[in-house]
Every structure is written in C-alpha cells, then in structure tokens.
C-alpha cells in the first residue's frame, strides 16, 4: 500500500513547522507504524535536528527549492516505504508547496496568532483549493494548528476565538513551551527529551487530531493502523 501523504507547510517562517514536522512524526511512528520525514526545505532544520540518535521516524533529506528537479523528488519521495510519509516544506516556495500538496492527502498548517500568519495561511489554503480544482478523486484536506501559542499574551488567547468559525479543520494547540526548544539543542524529540510534558501531550493531541482527520479521509478499515496514540 502507498504511504499517505501529510505535508506539512506555510508561506511564512517562524511558525514552528519543522518542530511540528519532527515531532509529529516521531509521534505517529512511535507504535508500529512506519513513519517518514521528508526535509523539503533547503535551510535543513529537520534534517539537522535528527542527525544523530535513534528516533522512531526516519528522516530523508531531500532539498527542493523550486519546480528545477520536481520531476526526480518526486520519484524519490514516492519510493520511500513506509505507512505515513511528512513532507516539511521550506517556508516562502510557493513551487515546492503545491508540488508537495499534489502528492497529498492532508496538509498541516501551522499558524501562529500573529495578523502575517493568518494572511500567510490564506495564502495556503488558496493553494489547496488550487491542487483540489486539478485532482480527479483523492480528495486533499487541511488541518489548522494554532503553533507557538501564549496564552499570556491577547493575540494567544483571542486565536481560538478568530479560528472558531472553521471548525473541524482546525487542530489542537501546540504552545510555546521551552521544553520543544531544549529538545531541539539536544537533538531529542520531544517523547525522548520530555515524555510527561505539556510539550509532548500537545503533540500527542496532534498526532491523534491528524489520525482522526485521515480516518475521516480514508475511511481506514480496523486493520489500517488507526489506533490513536498515547
């Protein structure tokens, strides 16, 4: 069976894609599920991050900057064996997105609660519609994921209230938390750094909120791997 296809991407850095890209791959690949990262983004954050340790998602560099080559990381992404397959895209390539959302059966969007972000993520969600309008079947669904969220601050506690309206399509927060930082400079996931965490049960929460949403998809059957994690 194909991998399914998540990719994970926004217009605009800063959003906490690759932390989200990592971690919630190590999540889903945390039972016996074979989980893939694609590091899409020529900056190399993902790949960085797991260059050296065990984790439970394998990582695959594969730099993309533009439509140049499309054709061969193409190939290379759908070779890759596995049963869940991440794609983190370079922030600001409109090219590289659509070409990882055409591969695609849910996109992950991070957001921060930030006015830029939102008119980034519209910009996102006109690509979708985009790589939707040139499908024949295999629909493309989204997930919004308020990323780097604090409470603390008016724009963090307002950002569910400006998300509401989309209901279903927007996901569990995953907060600013310090504990995501120290896992990057050690080069842990946050399962291995933090396992207790609020950190990792934000991830946990995502994890299930994205299984849900392909499950809703797909239809999975009982034998699909679609037990949540935990």
């Not at 694609?38 to 260059?51: E, K, L, N, R």
């Not at 996109?107 to 985009?130: F, Q, R």
Request: charged share 25%; hydrophobic share 40%; aromatic share 4%.
């Amino acid at each position: 069976m194909a991998a399914r296809i998540i990719t994970v991407a926004n217009l605009k850095g800063g959003v906490g894609k690759s932390n989200i890209a990592v971690n919630l791959a190590c999540e889903l690949g945390g039972g016996e599920r074979r989980v893939a990262l694609v590091d899409a983004d020529p900056q190399g954050t993902s790949s960085h991050w797991m260059s050296r340790g065990r984790y439970p998602a394998q990582i695959h560099s594969f730099p993309l900057e533009d439509e140049r080559g499309a054709q061969s990381w193409i190939t290379k992404v759908l070779s890759i064996d596995s049963d869940f397959l991440l794609i983190d895209c370079p922030a600001h390539s409109r090219a590289v997105t659509e070409i990882a959302l055409s591969l695609s059966r849910l996109a992950v969007i991070p957001l921060t609660a930030s006015g830029p972000d939102l008119i980034a993520t519209t910009n996102v969600l006109n690509l979708i519609e985009t790589s939707r309008a040139m499908r024949d079947g295999n629909e493309l669904s989204f997930l919004l994921v308020p990323s780097k969220i604090d409470h603390r601050t008016g724009a963090g506690r307002r950002i569910g209230d400006v998300l509401r309206h989309l209901g279903d399509v927007v996901g569990p927060e995953v907060r600013q938390r310090t504990a995501f930082v120290d896992a990057f400079t050690e080069r842990k996931w946050i399962g291995e750094f933090a396992p207790k965490s609020d950190a990792r049960h934000d991830i946990v929460n995502l994890a299930n909120a994205v299984l849900a949403k392909m499950e809703e998809i797909e239809g999975f059957g009982p034998d699909e791997q679609t037990a949540q994690v935990s």
